[in-house]
């Protein structure tokens, strides 16, 4: 479903508090939002408090060809058997080595196990199991990195998995309509260029803020909100 919408957003948060009244249908479910760091943490947050829903992370890296690091030749997502996916198209495209593939891949491993300890503090993930998982990004541009965010949770089993986002290119959206039970997005602007286009502040998300906005979701959901 992609719902009409004025552009740009102000910031993150705002693009949450418009993406949560495109999600209210599923305010009463059992749902879990699942937040891609960093910058869909923000906008994620502000989903959870809207729908009173618990917020989780989803701990997926980009995997970027070695001259062109934001050319994305694939993803990988945490979990006990980590999750790889290729763009074997782009690889061959950036003439990327499966040495230099395997190499990078590993790199992004070790900053995801950075990220695990950073931002979650020792707590376990909650775990999406019958539940509508609501995965969130502040944006797409390749797709490569929520395919392979989509694919991870569905192994996880949840009655039903979306996908939210604030602002997407229709032919990215089309490649994942397949990867997820409901597409939900606000914005299909064309010529695309990069998400950031869309944001009237669109500042790098820090560790510290991650953390917070982690701490404080969890609090709330711990109290009963």
């Known amino acids: 479903m992609t719902i009409s919408t004025i552009l740009p957003f102000r910031d993150r948060a705002e693009a949450g508090r418009r993406l949560a009244l495109a999600l209210d249908s599923y305010r009463d479910d059992d749902c879990l939002i699942l937040a891609l760091p960093r910058g869909g943490v ?9 729908l009173g829903a618990p917020l989780d992370l989803l701990l997926v890296r980009k995997i970027g060809a070695p001259f062109h690091p934001e050319l ?5 997502v945490d979990g ?14 950036s003439g990327t080595a499966e040495a230099d593939f395997r190499t990078i ?21 909650l775990d999406p199991k ?10 797409i541009a390749t797709g490569a990195t929520v395919r392979a965010a989509l694919r991870a949770v569905r192994r996880r089993g949840p009655k039903k998995l979306v996908l939210a986002i604030p602002v997407a290119p229709a032919e990215a959206l089309a490649e994942l309509r397949a990867e997820a039970d409901d597409i939900v997005c606000l914005a299909t602007p ?23 906005l982690l701490t404080r979701e969890h609090t709330a959901a711990a109290s009963g909100r």
């Not at 006990?80 to 495209?93: Q, S, Y």
């Not at 590993?106 to 020792?122: D, F, Q, T, V």
């Not at 019958?130 to 944006?139: K, L």
């Open 42 to 50: 923000p906008v994620a947050a502000a989903v959870a408090d809207a």
């Open 80 to 93: 006990a058997t980590p999750i790889v996916v290729r763009n074997e198209e782009v690889i061959r495209a």
């Open 105 to 125: 891949c590993a790199r992004e491993l070790a900053e995801i196990e950075r990220r695990r300890r950073e931002y979650l503090k020792g707590r376990e993930p």
């Open 72 to 76: 994305a030749i694939g993803a990988v």
């Open 190 to 212: 064309e010529p695309f260029g990069a998400v950031g286009y869309f944001y009237e502040q669109f500042d790098q998300v820090s560790d510290a803020e991650v953390s917070e």
């Open 130 to 139: 019958n539940r509508v998982a609501i995965v969130i990004d502040d944006g």
